[in-house]
């Protein structure tokens, strides 16, 4: 079976261009993703392929992709929109909630919308405002959207092509400052024996705290790992890859056996999703906890400037806080 060492980045590319040869019916559009191949250059090169009516660059207009992709899912087609950045969907958030979100529901399930809106998020790439947003819980609030991430590059390449390929419509959230991150690809396995789309997993097995992370958190909760296992302390990291439906089958488990639970996110910590995983950590797992399921997170403000991003964002220090406050009660 070929295995290719591949960033993330190009992994996201490559899927792109195994969904875009295996149907004919998968279009790509957005701003600037054809003769650039996006700011990222992950449609590099899949415009010169597959021509400008398979690639299409779109008008500056996110609300006007997404609308225009709502009538090319309903007529067959398997749309993936990229939204530039994360701080670019706003403009686009009532159609994906008033139109996307709810087009099977209003048809009694006579409609399907199998598109995919691919979003950059996150920061750590020293960007300017609207450039490093984690808008992840206003789409995993919304009934009728299913939101995932990946986080290293074998997940990116098959779980974009599993996106593509499903009838619902899925926000596939992308951590851009992981764009650059090497790992094993395997490249001609089947997409049908791939991981679970909906389903999370171990990244690192532990006995002594479990750490759930998804998106660009899993590289710092790993690092984080790694740092206390010098300690003697084992944690165990589970990425969560899904997070609507979330996947808690694997944090029950694991906090059944370690007691403790620290749930890490880049987003603010108000309302985020890790509320939600603490609250059903809680519930599921309340005999098996010797302390509160903790949080680490960013903070309750817009994200600031670049110069000094790197005190917003949870790092390796702030989740080995968290751990040990786990063992102090």
Known sequence: MATETLTLGKALNTGLRRALENDPKVVIMGEDVGKLGGVFRITDGLQKDFGDQRVI???????G??????GLAIRGFRPVCEIQFDGFVYPAYDQIVSQVAKMHYRSQGKVRIPMVIRIPYG????????????PEAYFA?????????CANPQD??????QAIASDD??????????YWEKGPVELDAPLADAYPLHSARVARAGTDATVLAYGPMVRTALDAATAAAEDGRELEV???RTLSPLDLTAAYESVRRTGRCVVVHEAPGNLGLGSEIAARITEECFYSLESPVLRVTGFDTPYPAARVEEEYLPDLDRVLDAVDRTFGW
């Open 156 to 161: 990116a390449y098959s779980m974009i092509q």
């Open 123 to 134: 920061g750590g790439i020293g960007a300017v405002e609207h450039h490093s947003e984690s």
């Open 65 to 70: 992709i997404i609308g225009t992709a709502v």
């Open 169 to 178: 419509p899925i926000v596939f959230l992308e951590p851009k400052r992981r």
């Open 141 to 149: 609030h919304t009934a009728g959207l299913k939101v995932v991430t």
């Open 238 to 240: 589970i990425d969560l």
């Open 57 to 63: 660059d779109t008008p500056l207009a996110e609300s």
